[in-house]
T-cell receptor, first 115, second 113 residues
Framework: AQKITQTQPGMFVQEKEAVTLDCTYD???????LFWYKQPSSGEMIFLIYQGSYDQQNATEGRYSLNFQKARKSANLVISASQLGDSAMYFCAMREAYTGNQFYFGTGTSLTVIP | DTEVTQTPKHLVMGMTNKKSLKCEQH?????MYWYKQKAKKPPELMFV???????INESVPSRFSPECPNSSLLNLHLHALQPEDSALYLCASSQDSQGYEQYFGPGTRLTVT
């Protein structure tokens, strides 16, 4: 079974609007971390935001917030006030405590911001 | 400073060549990783070094040989590669084997001719 599922291969958003990128995960480990990375066409994977399984509040970092719904096993990324520079590939990832430093990546969502 | 550096940025090599990719970090991280990424796909884990010891080898062919000379450096030695090995090779590091986020380098775009 897929550990991380991203069902949106491509998304479009108007500049200055908000957009939600979906991510669901599958684990039986009570301790895990969820991550979002941005990969522009240049190739570098840029860490955006982290949510721990025991965190009570949703993580936020500037214009990025993570909508963590533990019972639904969902960790959607919300980007507010989209900018042209947000156009990139976005990957959701998970690490489980019992598998240590193994990261599981989703298939990614390609986001295009339209001026 | 959250920088991971990789050299070279681009590499073209023939199938009989031997070359090396280099990765360096000065964040005091004790876990380092090599990933292979094909276009429009997620990164695939190849190797993990934890405290300078190889802890994960994801059944990677022996034509890829990792080396961790010290806690700041990670090399990937390449020999007798195939055209299908052409990809973006990403290095990453994290605080330790149970650490949180991984920080990635800019990658080396490898073309095997």
């Amino acid at each position: 079974a897929q550990k991380i599922t991203q069902t949106q291969p491509g998304m479009f958003v108007q500049e200055k609007e908000a957009v939600t990128l979906d991510c669901t995960y599958d684990t039986s480990d009570p301790s895990y971390g969820l991550f979002w990375y941005k990969q522009p066409s240049s190739g570098e994977m840029i860490f955006l935001i982290y949510q721990g399984s025991y965190d009570q509040q949703n993580a936020t970092e500037g214009r990025y917030s993570l909508n963590f719904q533990k019972a639904r096993k969902s960790a959607n990324l919300v980007i507010s006030a989209s900018q042209l520079g947000d156009s990139a590939m976005y990957f959701c990832a998970m690490r489980e405590a019992y598998t240590g430093n193994q990261f599981y990546f989703g298939t990614g969502t390609s986001l295009t911001v339209i001026p | 400073d959250t920088e991971v550096t990789q050299t070279p940025k681009h590499l073209v090599m023939g199938m009989t060549n031997k070359k090396s990719l280099k990765c360096e970090q000065h964040m005091g991280h004790r876990a380092m990783y090599w990933y292979k990424q094909k276009a429009k796909k997620p990164p695939e884990l190849m190797f993990v070094y934890s405290y300078e010891k190889l802890s994960i080898n994801e059944s990677v062919p022996s034509r890829f040989s990792p080396e961790c000379p010290n806690s700041s450096l990670l090399n990937l030695h390449l020999h007798a590669l195939q055209p299908e090995d052409s990809a973006l090779y990403l290095c990453a590091s994290s605080q330790d084997s149970q650490g949180y986020e991984q920080y990635f380098g800019p990658g080396t775009r490898l073309t095997v001719t």
